[in-house]
């Protein structure tokens, strides 16, 4: 008898799932394993949202392993350490695993294919399990990334996506291999109120009534913020409940310009992950550095509290932080527009806001996040870096009618629209009536620390 050991990390799902059918097309056994891994909570990326999500996801892939036979083997610590236990334990020939594009996870990758060399068994890493494409599968003349979207986009909608597999039908896994016990999701402390239901069943469902119902409207209604007119499959592609070729490839099938959009969004997962497997230390450091003279530290802090805790006086900026806070998810425009105002109009540094959305996003993401915060700070692949969005202009056109704003900043449920979206404009007596502070910061002088600060003016 030959085993296998899989190894699921941000692909925590059994439809779509390359490495685990190639595992159980070369071994007779496969064990599959996940690792809570220690160096991911060290470096401060354990949050709690993320980890309530994770522990639906661990909850529905057990499930669905001994629906077919088998079960999820769990162990906490350092990866190499673990696997490498396990291989030995259950005398595994080899490791399956998909690859992923950070430094955490090439340096993890390295060191594991390292140790099991060094015991006689092989690493399998398999591409194209967590984004449609594989970095580096399409590329421009002559570089190894591509840094604007557009052309990347044209490329990468005509490249030819592996088929989809389908789930196998049974799993057999070998006597033995102990497992901790599952985490439990209820009961988790600083957990979103409004937190999403994680798995891949959950994820399959959610992406079938998308694209029966939701996908229809979609480009026409995908940045109207109180429309919440988006998939919402994010939390799912980020821990791979959910398989992006197969939302790629599913929603083509679909068809329409509704369809058309959505994919191109998803495209821009695949951009930026192409970015930072390229240039993996941009998850913190400037993609294209602008000598900006960012506020941070003390000097900031107040504000970006008042940030953090949406009592910025902007209301729309408020709705957004505090949805944030709820539901550990935050409306696309509402990022854009939240992430603009704290880099551009407090002018405070992109990676103390980044380190914030990491804290509270349920689909927090190193690509994604980072290199949107880039993107909005302007240090990053945005062709124009010194757009600056109007709060008030964004909420009249995002949220006309108010609603956004009513849901999120009930002070103001009473104040219609469009004096909602600039209360300080009421009259002194009336303003009063209202608990809402006034803006932290003037748009002009907000344009004018911006304009100050970046280098490059
Ligand atoms: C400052 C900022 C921070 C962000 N942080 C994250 C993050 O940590 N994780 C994350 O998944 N997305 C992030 N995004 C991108 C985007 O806001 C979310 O993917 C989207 O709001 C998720 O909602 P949805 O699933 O309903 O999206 P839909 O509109 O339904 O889009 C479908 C999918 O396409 C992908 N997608 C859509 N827009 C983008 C984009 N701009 N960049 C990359 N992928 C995209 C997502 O996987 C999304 O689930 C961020 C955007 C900004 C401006």
Known sequence: MNVAVVLFTSDLRLHDHPPLRAALSSCDRVVPLFVRDRAVDAAGF???????????????????????????????????????????????DEVHMAAGVSNHARAREERLRAALEAEGRRLYVHEAVITAAAPGAVLPASSDHFAVFTPYF????????????????????????GSEPLPRRSGAAGVSPGLAAGGER??????????????????EAHDDLAGDATSRLSPHLHFGTLSATEAVQRARAAGGTGTDAFVRQLCWRDFHHQVLAARPDCAWRDYRA????????????????????????????????????????????GRLLAASFLTKTLYVDWRIGARHFLDLLVDGDLANNQLNWQWVAGTGTDTRP???????????????????????????????????????RLPEAERARYDYPAPLIGLADGLDRFRRGRGSE
């Open 46 to 92: 354990a949050a709690p949202n993320r980890l309530a999500f994770l522990a639906d996801c661990l909850a529905d892939l057990d499930a669905a392993l001994r629906d077919r036979g088998g079960r999820l083997v769990l162990r906490s610590g350092d990866v190499t350490r673990e696997v490498c236990a396990l291989v030995r334990e259950c005398d595994a």
């Open 154 to 177: 044209r490329r990468w909608a005509d490249l030819p996506l592996r088929p989809v597999l389908a789930a196998p039908r049974t799993v057999p896994v070998p006597d033995g291999p």
């Open 202 to 219: 959950e994820a399959r469902a959610l992406l079938t009534r998308w694209l029966r119902s939701g996908a229809a409207r979609y480009e």
């Open 290 to 333: 602008r000598g900006d003279r960012w506020r941070s530290g003390r000097d900031a802090e107040e504000e970006t509290e008042a940030w953090k805790e949406g009592r910025t006086g902007y209301p729309v900026v408020d709705a957004a932080m505090r949805q944030l806070r709820h539901e550990g998810w935050m409306h696309n425009r």
């Open 386 to 424: 010194n757009r600056v969005l109007n709060p008030v202009r964004q909420g009249l056109r995002f949220d006309p009618e108010g609603r956004y704003v009513h849901r999120w900043v009930p002070e103001l449920a009473r104040l219609p629209a469009p004096q909602v979206h600039e209360p300080w």
